[in-house]
């Protein structure tokens, strides 16, 4: 679990131009017979918009009951909730800085997350009033979430 406490101090030590970028990533992968998704959601707080950033990660791993193995729909779907209950238990220690969210989803037809980018980006509309950013633009969800990913954070 991110510790909110920790990212809320680091946040409140930051000037007001401090940017806050809110994403994840997940992956499908068998053990033991059974389909299992990795769920990684990073914070990433760019210094002043412009020195330097530190990233705030957590790993989880839950069952995954997607029957299409190519339109991950429902691993997708819940890895934009967690993204979005991220940004909920964050926004009011984030004030009037800037935030996006990004979503790793390509609105591309030939990508299989496309299956989800209407529901998803309008979930995440809905829910937390901010307008996400998907592939290729998502760069918090694609490159901060796989860096997380890679260094097993909180798992």
């Given at each position: 679990?991110?510790?909110?406490?920790e990212v809320a101090q680091y946040i409140e030590q930051?000037?007001?131009?401090?940017?806050?970028?809110?994403?994840?990533?997940s992956h499908r992968f068998l053990k033991e017979g059974?389909?299992?998704?990795?769920?990684?959601?990073?914070?990433?707080?760019?210094?002043?918009?412009?020195?330097?950033?530190?990233?705030?990660?957590?790993?989880?791993?839950?069952?995954?009951?997607?029957?299409?193995?190519?339109?991950?729909?429902?691993?997708?779907?819940?890895?934009?909730?967690?993204?979005?209950?991220?940004?909920?238990?964050?926004?009011?220690?984030?004030?009037?800085?800037?935030?996006?969210?990004?979503?790793?989803?390509?609105?591309?037809?030939?990508?299989?997350?496309?299956?989800?980018?209407?529901?998803?980006?309008?979930?995440?509309?809905?829910?937390?009033?901010?307008?996400?950013?998907?592939?290729?633009?998502?760069?918090?969800?694609?490159?901060?979430?796989?860096?997380?990913?890679?260094?097993?954070?909180?798992?």
């Open positions: 679990m991110i510790d909110i406490f930051q000037g007001p131009n401090t940017k806050i970028y809110i994403g994840g990533d059974r389909w299992f998704a990795e769920y990684t959601m990073v914070v990433v707080v760019h210094k002043d918009a412009k020195h330097g950033c530190k990233i705030f990660g957590e790993n989880s791993v839950e069952p995954d009951y997607d029957s299409v193995k190519n339109k991950p729909r429902l691993r997708l779907m819940n890895e934009v909730y967690k993204i979005a209950d991220l940004y909920l238990e964050l926004n009011d220690i984030i004030g009037d800085r800037p935030i996006e969210i990004h979503l790793d989803i390509n609105a591309k037809e030939e990508a299989g997350s496309s299956c989800v980018v209407q529901q998803a980006v309008g979930y995440i509309r809905g829910v937390c009033h901010v307008v996400p950013m998907t592939k290729p633009r998502a760069f918090a969800a694609s490159c901060a979430a796989d860096r997380a990913k890679e260094l097993k954070l909180a798992v």
